[in-house]
């Protein structure tokens, strides 16, 4: 018969939040581009990265889409969604507190009643410029029943543990599409 395990599950990942929070950053990082942090973000023309990764030695084909502001306009990119990422920079309150709009838009939306949301605290490493306590996050991340991750794609720091986590989650779940 047909073998299925060798198959690779396909999953598709958006990223939401305001311009500016690093989004363009962790993308870069996703797509293996280590340097994206030093090339201006207006470069990056594709919004959308599709890569195959090992995470616990299986693969799995993610498809992230970036670069949009509007649930809309990223949800349109796709034919569902597996996944968001709401990104905000942890030195800016206002894209923390757009962060919770999205997160009421996205469960305004029957369609993803069930999927999962990170919210991404991003620029951790910008420790004296810090706006939105940890503590707060962690609240608010209760609040909406979702996952918290703080990196810096800066530094590089949780940007996997992000990546890797999603992937896990969503084996657990087992709808790839
Ligand atoms: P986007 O508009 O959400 O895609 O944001 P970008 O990825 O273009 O990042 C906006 C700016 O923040 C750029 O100047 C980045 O170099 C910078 N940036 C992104 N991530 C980080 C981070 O983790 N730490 C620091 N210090 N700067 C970052």
Not at 69 to 78: C, I
Request: hydrophobic share 45%; aromatic share 6%.
């Amino acid at each position: 018969g047909i073998s299925t395990e060798s198959s690779t599950p396909a999953f598709t990942v958006v990223m939401l939040g305001d311009p500016g929070v690093g989004k363009t950053a962790l993308t870069g990082i996703f797509a293996g581009d280590t340097d994206s942090l030093a090339i201006d973000s207006e470069m990056f023309v594709e919004e959308v990265c599709e890569r195959t990764v090992l995470v616990d030695g299986e693969s799995a084909t993610v498809t992230l889409v970036d670069s949009c502001n509007t649930l809309e306009e990223a949800v349109s990119e796709v034919c569902s969604v597996d996944a968001f990422l709401l990104v905000y920079s942890i030195t800016d309150r206002a894209s923390f507190e757009r962060a919770a709009e999205l997160r009421i838009q996205i469960r305004q939306a029957e369609a993803y009643a069930n999927t999962p949301i990170i919210l991404v605290g991003n620029k951790c490493d910008l420790v004296r410029r810090r706006e939105v306590p940890i503590s707060e996050a962690r609240v608010c991340a209760v609040v909406f029943d979702c996952k918290l991750v703080e990196t810096s794609a800066l530094m590089q720091h949780n940007v996997w543990l992000l990546f890797d986590g999603v992937i896990r989650q969503l084996r657990l779940r087992g709808n790839s599409s």
